[in-house]
Nanobody, 123 residues
């Protein structure tokens, strides 16, 4: 059974930083595409960043230069370091897994999801 559990969300002022973490079980992390997605109220879920098991990373244009995704295949964790946060980053953030060598920001291709963690950035 695949389980993804996010932690690290919270409230921060604009310009601040947060680090999200996702604990992963039931899947071979070293053979999976892992991603962070977010969904703001009234908006569709969007891809934020992903990490292929090859080491390749992809970021949404809106977070490039501010967010960093990283994984530890031994500890089975996926992290998202978020700096220079903006009010428009406010959303529920989800960790997702896809047991594939193909890796992109399309949420429909990820079969496994965490429960989400709230990030709120105030102006």
């Amino acid at each position: 059974q695949v389980q993804l559990v996010e932690s690290g969300g919270g409230s921060v002022q604009s310009g601040g930083s947060l680090r999200l973490s996702c604990g992963v079980s039931g899947i071979v992390l070293g053979a999976a595409c892992m991603g962070w997605f977010r969904q703001a109220p009234g908006k569709e879920r969007e891809g934020v960043a992903n990490s292929a098991f090859t080491g390749t990373t992809i970021y949404a244009d809106s977070v490039k230069g501010r967010f960093t995704i990283s994984r530890d295949n031994v500890k089975k964790t996926l992290d998202l370091e978020m700096n220079s946060l903006k009010p428009e980053d406010t959303a529920i953030y989800y960790c997702a897994a896809r047991p594939s060598d193909a890796c992109d920001l399309s949420s429909s291709r990820f079969p496994y999801w965490g429960q989400g963690t709230q990030v709120t950035v105030s102006a």
